[in-house]
């Protein structure tokens, strides 16, 4: 072991008596570190958290079962005391071993202290699988003078040998090891908890785009870069209200992919005859899976809920029946989420040329805002939140549909329902660049002020719950 590496073990052994002491005099910080993480993983999951300590951050998160791994003895005793629900393990972070997959990996203010980082980002790939999420805190580099002002006045507990790592210096380290970022959330301005201070800085401006640029602590949400491709069976959900001249088309126009496909046409109180059209076009097409359903509420996405709950196969895909976006076009969805490029796969209209009648300049002004809006909430860059098409694994969806309660059902539309479910379970969301269409048949049944109001007060409903908590 080198000089600097036994100088961190001997101080985390000795700090391990008093962390519980350190950690009551600045509880403001660590509830805050623990309501962030609680935020990020969904209560019941499998977790392990390397770096452990005392073992309070791992208990708050409620795992169905936690495991912890720390080198300090005497951290492990007062873990195992406090908390004899969870498993705690005495090995080193980069020699330790671990049996079963984990959900959720936590790392807080773990990398600071490591004596080579990229070592124990190469050694984590042993213990995660392809869906497996990487959860990392640490601190604003920006912030080293101020915290070891802290240390000096010993308001803060004095660390040696730290590293200071910016978010562009782990995001190298990690993509050297084949990891990638999904999204990066920054939370604290003050670190002292004085009620109106706390209320101006850490609950306004703290989550302000280009101020939280300067927030004490970033956390790192990461996934492995697998590039395995997998084959997939497929359900493409069709939700139609006075789309007839569409219907057939659907069938018609869209390519064989994946192990097998099913069609689930679900119609929603049409005037136009829609239903019986796709009764006819079943009967047409009898070499096609075809489901047909009326559903029981309003509502595109009370529509697609309910055709979700009724597929069978392994991807979720929505098409929508009027067409704009292309059927010839959902092959590229397929693969990208075959091969792994993203666990949610979204499609974008703003890139290429629209043929002139395909969106209104007032629609298009409100894509393009609500693109940039949703970047900002979800921590992940969105350009088109509006396009119908919306890929997905159906396991993935069950657990948004799990969830659906943090939100509420609040969204007759489906499209940020799925954006706002997948961004809380930390999926990659990916975008696929289409070209937007005229419609062929009908007419669009968005109204620009009304539903365009929906929308905003919708947007700023999400903000609360996921900026501004």
């Not at 004490?216 to 069976?233: C, G, K, N, W």
């Not at 490029?341 to 002139?356: A, D, H, S, T």
């Not at 007759?412 to 930390?426: C, E, I, Q, T, Y």
Request: charged letters at 30%; hydrophobic letters at 40%; glycine letters at 6%.
């Amino acid at each position: 072991m080198e000089q600097g590496q036994k100088i961190i073990y001997d101080y985390f052994e000795e700090a391990a008596k008093k962390r519980d002491k350190w950690k009551r005099r600045n509880r403001f910080y660590q509830r805050t570190i623990e309501r962030q993480f609680r935020f990020i993983i969904p209560e019941g999951a499998i977790v392990l958290e390397l770096g452990c300590s005392t073992g309070d951050l791992l208990s708050a998160v409620k795992p169905s079962k936690g495991t912890g791994i720390d080198f300090s003895e005497n951290a492990l005793k007062t873990a195992r005391e406090k908390h004899p629900h969870l498993t705690f393990i005495h090995a080193d972070v980069l020699d330790f071993q671990l049996e079963e997959p984990v959900e959720y990996v936590i790392i807080s203010d773990l990398i600071t202290s490591l004596w080579d980082v990229q070592a124990f980002f190469h050694r984590l790939r042993k213990y995660v699988q392809p869906t497996t999420k990487i959860i990392i805190s640490s601190y604003n580099y920006i912030w080293e003078p101020v915290l070891r002002l802290g240390e000096f006045l010993r308001i803060k507990a004095r660390q040696p040998l730290q590293n200071w790592l910016s978010v562009k210096d782990i995001n190298n380290l990690l993509s050297l090891e084949n990891f990638e970022i999904i999204k990066v959330e920054r939370k604290i301005l003050f670190p002292k908890y004085i009620p109106v201070v706390h209320l101006i800085f850490n609950k306004f401006l703290a989550n302000l785009p280009w101020i939280c640029n300067l927030d004490l602590m970033q956390f790192i949400t990461v996934r492995p870069a697998d590039t395995e491709s997998h084959d997939y069976s497929v359900s493409i959900v069709v939700p139609a209200r006075n789309e007839k001249g569409n219907i057939e088309n659907a069938i018609k126009r869209t390519p064989k992919f994946g192990s097998r496909q099913e069609f689930i046409f679900i119609e929603g109180n049409s005037s136009d005859g829609t239903y019986e059209e796709m009764q006819r076009v079943r009967q047409a097409y009898p070499e096609v899976d075809i489901k047909l359903m009326k559903q029981t509420g309003k509502g595109k996405g009370n529509a697609v809920r309910e055709a979700f709950d009724e597929a069978s196969c392994d991807v979720l895909m929505i098409l929508d029946a009027d067409l704009t976006t292309p059927p010839e076009d959902l092959p590229k969805f397929y693969t990208a989420l075959q091969n792994n490029k993203g666990e949610f796969i979204n499609g974008c209209r703003l890139v290429y040329p629209m043929e002139k009648e395909a969106m209104r300049f007032l629609n298009f002004l409100g894509n393009k805002f609500f693109g940039w809006f949703f970047s900002y909430l979800l921590g992940q860059r969105l350009k088109d939140t509006l396009c119908g098409t919306k890929v997905l694994l159906k396991k993935d969806y069950e657990k948004i549909r799990e969830n659906r309660s943090y939100f509420g059902d609040f969204d007759p539309f489906g499209d940020f329902d799925l954006l706002f479910g997948a961004a809380k379970l930390n999926l990659k969301i990916t975008e696929v660049i289409v070209r937007y269409r005229d419609r062929e048949y009908g007419s669009t049944q968005i109204s620009r002020f009304s539903h365009g109001w929906l929308l905003i007060k919708m947007s700023l409903f999400a903000a609360r719950k996921i900026k501004f908590k």
